[in-house]
T-cell receptor
Framework: AQSVTQLDSHVSVSEGTPVLLRCNYSSSYSPSLFWYVQHPNKGLQLLLKYTSAATLVKGINGFEAEFKKSETSFHLTKPSAHMSDAAEYFCVVSDRWRSQGNLIFGKGTKLSVKP | DSGVTQTPKHLITATGQRVTLRCSPRSGDLSVYWYQQSLDQGLQFLIQYYNGEERAKGNILERFSAQQFPDLHSELNLSSLELGDSALYFC?????????????FGSGTRLTVV
Protein backbone atom coordinates (compact mmCIF):
# COMPACT_ATOMS: atom_id res chain seq x y z
CA ALA A 1 0.00 0.00 0.00
CA GLN A 2 1.15 3.49 -0.71
CA SER A 3 1.10 6.40 1.68
CA VAL A 4 2.65 9.78 2.08
CA THR A 5 3.44 11.73 5.22
CA GLN A 6 3.97 15.46 5.26
CA LEU A 7 5.95 16.09 8.38
CA ASP A 8 4.78 19.64 9.04
CA SER A 9 1.20 20.86 8.88
CA HIS A 10 2.32 24.49 8.94
CA VAL A 11 5.60 26.17 7.98
CA SER A 12 6.26 29.87 8.41
CA VAL A 13 9.22 31.66 6.76
CA SER A 14 10.24 35.23 6.11
CA GLU A 15 10.32 36.61 2.60
CA GLY A 16 13.70 36.00 1.01
CA THR A 17 14.62 33.03 3.24
CA PRO A 18 14.77 29.38 2.12
CA VAL A 19 11.74 27.11 2.11
CA LEU A 20 11.82 23.43 3.10
CA LEU A 21 8.64 21.34 3.06
CA ARG A 22 9.22 17.77 4.14
CA CYS A 23 7.63 14.64 2.71
CA ASN A 24 8.19 10.94 3.33
CA TYR A 25 6.52 8.25 1.27
CA SER A 26 5.83 4.57 1.45
CA SER A 27 5.34 2.51 -1.66
CA SER A 28 5.61 -1.16 -2.54
CA TYR A 29 6.24 -0.37 -6.17
CA SER A 30 8.29 2.09 -8.16
CA PRO A 31 6.66 5.34 -7.17
CA SER A 32 5.94 8.47 -9.07
CA LEU A 33 6.01 11.49 -6.78
CA PHE A 34 4.52 14.92 -7.17
CA TRP A 35 4.11 18.22 -5.42
CA TYR A 36 0.91 20.17 -5.97
CA VAL A 37 0.14 23.67 -4.74
CA GLN A 38 -3.26 25.08 -3.83
CA HIS A 39 -3.67 28.81 -3.41
CA PRO A 40 -6.65 30.02 -1.36
CA ASN A 41 -9.95 29.32 -3.11
CA LYS A 42 -8.14 27.92 -6.13
CA GLY A 43 -7.64 24.53 -7.70
CA LEU A 44 -4.58 22.31 -7.50
CA GLN A 45 -1.61 23.13 -9.67
CA LEU A 46 1.22 20.71 -10.45
CA LEU A 47 4.55 22.11 -9.22
CA LEU A 48 6.83 19.27 -10.21
CA LYS A 49 7.00 15.52 -10.67
CA TYR A 50 9.47 12.66 -10.31
CA THR A 51 8.99 9.69 -12.62
CA SER A 52 12.33 7.82 -12.42
CA ALA A 53 14.52 10.13 -14.44
CA ALA A 54 16.85 12.56 -12.61
CA THR A 55 16.52 12.44 -8.84
CA LEU A 56 16.70 16.25 -8.56
CA VAL A 57 13.56 17.62 -10.11
CA LYS A 58 13.03 21.24 -11.02
CA GLY A 59 9.56 22.70 -11.06
CA ILE A 60 7.80 25.96 -11.65
CA ASN A 61 8.38 29.18 -9.69
CA GLY A 62 11.89 28.16 -8.58
CA PHE A 63 10.87 25.08 -6.59
CA GLU A 64 12.93 21.88 -6.55
CA ALA A 65 12.58 18.46 -4.97
CA GLU A 66 15.05 15.63 -4.52
CA PHE A 67 14.04 11.99 -4.60
CA LYS A 68 16.04 10.02 -2.00
CA LYS A 69 15.18 6.35 -2.18
CA SER A 70 17.33 5.38 0.81
CA GLU A 71 15.47 7.89 2.98
CA THR A 72 12.09 7.46 1.23
CA SER A 73 11.88 11.21 1.08
CA PHE A 74 10.86 13.82 -1.49
CA HIS A 75 11.37 17.17 0.20
CA LEU A 76 10.40 20.41 -1.56
CA THR A 77 12.78 23.38 -1.45
CA LYS A 78 13.08 26.90 -2.73
CA PRO A 79 16.13 29.12 -2.13
CA SER A 80 14.21 32.33 -1.50
CA ALA A 81 10.56 32.62 -0.51
CA HIS A 82 8.25 35.14 -2.10
CA MET A 83 4.98 36.45 -0.69
CA SER A 84 3.13 34.79 -3.57
CA ASP A 85 4.37 31.37 -2.39
CA ALA A 86 1.94 31.47 0.54
CA ALA A 87 -0.35 28.51 -0.14
CA GLU A 88 -0.99 24.90 0.80
CA TYR A 89 1.37 22.30 -0.64
CA PHE A 90 0.56 18.65 -1.14
CA CYS A 91 3.01 15.80 -1.57
CA VAL A 92 1.53 13.04 -3.69
CA VAL A 93 2.53 9.45 -4.47
CA SER A 94 1.39 7.15 -7.22
CA ASP A 95 2.22 3.61 -8.19
CA ARG A 96 3.74 4.18 -11.59
CA TRP A 97 2.67 1.04 -13.32
CA ARG A 98 -0.73 0.20 -11.91
CA SER A 99 -3.47 0.31 -14.46
CA GLN A 100 -5.88 1.85 -12.02
CA GLY A 101 -4.36 5.20 -11.58
CA ASN A 102 -5.08 7.28 -8.59
CA LEU A 103 -2.93 9.70 -6.69
CA ILE A 104 -2.55 9.45 -2.93
CA PHE A 105 -2.34 12.88 -1.29
CA GLY A 106 -0.62 13.87 1.90
CA LYS A 107 -2.54 16.01 4.37
CA GLY A 108 -0.87 19.18 3.17
CA THR A 109 1.55 21.76 4.53
CA LYS A 110 0.37 25.32 4.81
CA LEU A 111 3.17 27.73 3.96
CA SER A 112 3.01 31.24 5.41
CA VAL A 113 5.43 33.93 4.21
CA LYS A 114 6.06 36.92 6.45
CA PRO A 115 7.17 40.26 4.99
CA ASP B 1 -6.91 28.03 -16.98
CA SER B 2 -5.98 24.36 -16.58
CA GLY B 3 -8.26 23.15 -19.36
CA VAL B 4 -10.43 21.14 -16.96
CA THR B 5 -13.80 22.83 -16.52
CA GLN B 6 -16.04 22.26 -13.54
CA THR B 7 -19.54 23.64 -13.07
CA PRO B 8 -21.02 25.04 -11.00
CA LYS B 9 -18.31 26.76 -8.94
CA HIS B 10 -20.55 27.06 -5.91
CA LEU B 11 -23.64 25.16 -4.84
CA ILE B 12 -25.78 25.61 -1.75
CA THR B 13 -28.48 23.07 -1.09
CA ALA B 14 -30.53 21.59 1.75
CA THR B 15 -30.11 18.26 3.48
CA GLY B 16 -31.84 15.40 1.73
CA GLN B 17 -31.52 16.96 -1.69
CA ARG B 18 -29.71 15.69 -4.78
CA VAL B 19 -27.16 17.60 -6.86
CA THR B 20 -25.13 16.98 -9.98
CA LEU B 21 -21.60 18.25 -10.49
CA ARG B 22 -20.23 18.45 -14.00
CA CYS B 23 -16.70 18.14 -15.34
CA SER B 24 -15.25 18.57 -18.82
CA PRO B 25 -11.75 17.10 -19.09
CA ARG B 26 -8.82 18.71 -20.83
CA SER B 27 -8.89 18.18 -24.57
CA GLY B 28 -7.41 14.79 -25.44
CA ASP B 29 -7.64 13.36 -21.92
CA LEU B 30 -9.55 10.11 -21.59
CA SER B 31 -9.39 9.61 -17.81
CA VAL B 32 -11.49 11.57 -15.36
CA TYR B 33 -11.07 11.43 -11.59
CA TRP B 34 -13.20 12.82 -8.79
CA TYR B 35 -11.79 13.90 -5.45
CA GLN B 36 -13.42 15.28 -2.33
CA GLN B 37 -11.56 17.78 -0.17
CA SER B 38 -12.79 18.42 3.35
CA LEU B 39 -11.11 19.92 6.39
CA ASP B 40 -11.14 16.70 8.41
CA GLN B 41 -10.45 14.13 5.68
CA GLY B 42 -8.16 16.06 3.36
CA LEU B 43 -8.16 15.07 -0.32
CA GLN B 44 -9.92 11.76 -0.83
CA PHE B 45 -10.09 9.90 -4.13
CA LEU B 46 -13.66 9.01 -5.05
CA ILE B 47 -13.73 7.41 -8.48
CA GLN B 48 -11.98 7.15 -11.86
CA TYR B 49 -13.43 6.74 -15.34
CA TYR B 50 -11.50 5.96 -18.47
CA ASN B 51 -13.10 6.37 -21.88
CA GLY B 52 -16.57 5.85 -20.45
CA GLU B 53 -15.80 2.92 -18.16
CA GLU B 54 -15.38 2.91 -14.42
CA ARG B 55 -11.78 1.92 -13.61
CA ALA B 56 -11.17 2.55 -9.94
CA LYS B 57 -13.19 3.30 -6.84
CA GLY B 58 -12.00 4.96 -3.71
CA ASN B 59 -13.90 6.17 -0.68
CA ILE B 60 -17.11 6.89 -2.53
CA LEU B 61 -20.35 6.61 -0.57
CA GLU B 62 -23.24 4.56 -1.93
CA ARG B 63 -25.30 7.76 -2.05
CA PHE B 64 -22.84 9.08 -4.63
CA SER B 65 -22.56 7.94 -8.21
CA ALA B 66 -20.76 9.09 -11.32
CA GLN B 67 -20.62 8.46 -15.01
CA GLN B 68 -18.60 9.47 -18.04
CA PHE B 69 -20.43 10.20 -21.25
CA PRO B 70 -19.39 9.49 -24.88
CA ASP B 71 -18.12 13.06 -25.25
CA LEU B 72 -15.91 12.30 -22.20
CA HIS B 73 -17.47 14.79 -19.84
CA SER B 74 -18.34 13.38 -16.45
CA GLU B 75 -21.00 13.97 -13.85
CA LEU B 76 -20.91 13.25 -10.14
CA ASN B 77 -24.32 12.77 -8.57
CA LEU B 78 -24.71 13.26 -4.84
CA SER B 79 -28.03 12.27 -3.29
CA SER B 80 -29.67 12.29 0.15
CA LEU B 81 -27.23 15.00 1.07
CA GLU B 82 -26.02 15.37 4.63
CA LEU B 83 -24.28 18.25 6.36
CA GLY B 84 -21.06 16.25 6.30
CA ASP B 85 -21.08 16.19 2.50
CA SER B 86 -20.17 19.87 2.47
CA ALA B 87 -16.78 19.97 0.79
CA LEU B 88 -14.81 21.03 -2.23
CA TYR B 89 -15.19 18.54 -5.05
CA PHE B 90 -12.43 18.40 -7.62
CA CYS B 91 -12.37 16.82 -11.01
CA UNK B 92 -9.07 15.96 -12.66
CA UNK B 93 -8.12 14.46 -15.99
CA UNK B 94 -5.20 12.66 -17.60
CA UNK B 95 -4.39 11.24 -21.00
CA UNK B 96 -4.22 7.57 -20.11
CA UNK B 97 -4.91 5.05 -17.42
CA UNK B 98 -1.68 5.34 -15.53
CA UNK B 99 -1.11 8.06 -12.99
CA UNK B 100 2.62 8.37 -13.45
CA UNK B 101 2.50 11.76 -15.11
CA UNK B 102 0.06 13.35 -12.71
CA UNK B 103 -3.30 14.86 -13.33
CA UNK B 104 -4.65 18.24 -14.35
CA PHE B 105 -7.17 19.53 -11.86
CA GLY B 106 -10.15 21.78 -12.32
CA SER B 107 -10.85 24.65 -9.95
CA GLY B 108 -13.47 22.69 -8.03
CA THR B 109 -17.11 22.92 -7.00
CA ARG B 110 -17.73 24.11 -3.47
CA LEU B 111 -20.79 22.33 -2.09
CA THR B 112 -22.48 23.66 1.02
CA VAL B 113 -25.27 21.60 2.54
CA VAL B 114 -27.46 23.53 4.99
Amino acid sequence: AQSVTQLDSHVSVSEGTPVLLRCNYSSSYSPSLFWYVQHPNKGLQLLLKYTSAATLVKGINGFEAEFKKSETSFHLTKPSAHMSDAAEYFCVVSDRWRSQGNLIFGKGTKLSVKP
Amino acid sequence: DSGVTQTPKHLITATGQRVTLRCSPRSGDLSVYWYQQSLDQGLQFLIQYYNGEERAKGNILERFSAQQFPDLHSELNLSSLELGDSALYFCASSVGLLSNYGYTFGSGTRLTVV
